[in-house]
Nanobody
Framework: QVQLAESGGGLVQAGGSLRLSCAAS????????MGWFRQAPGKEREFVAT??????STDYADSVKGRFTISRDKAKVALQMNNLGPEDTAVYYC??????????????????WGQGTQVTVSS
């Protein structure tokens, strides 16, 4: 059983930055595409960013391009979030894709999910 644990969420003012991190237990992250999603109150969970197992390919939601950066090493996946705005307020989830996935941008591509970490951006 894979368990993913996010950390790094919190309260930040508009224009500020946060760095989220995700670690796995039970199975290594190394050979799987990883992703970040977010869910705001009353909204569907939406794709934010993804990175392939090698780290050579990434993709982002249009709403975060140029502000967010996903990265990884053997043990963790990070999401650097800059120039945050109130619209970025949400619970952020780390997810591990199903075997064999490359760039993965839909919830159905992912097999395991973390519990989420709250990000709140005040205006």
């Amino acid at each position: 059983q894979v368990q993913l644990a996010e950390s790094g969420g919190g309260l930040v003012q508009a224009g500020g930055s946060l760095r989220l991190s995700c670690a796995a237990s039970g199975r290594t992250l190394s050979w799987y595409t990883m992703g970040w999603f977010r869910q705001a109150p009353g909204k569907e969970r939406e794709f934010v960013a993804t990175i392939t197992w090698s780290g050579t390919s990434t993709d982002y939601a249009d709403s975060v391009k140029g502000r967010f950066t996903i990265s990884r090493d053997k043990a963790k996946v990070a999401l650097q979030m800059n120039n945050l705005g109130p619209e970025d307020t949400a619970v952020y989830y780390c997810a591990q894709a199903r075997p064999g996935r490359g760039i993965a941008t839909t919830r159905e591509d992912y097999e395991y999910w973390g519990q989420g970490t709250q990000v709140t951006v005040s205006s």
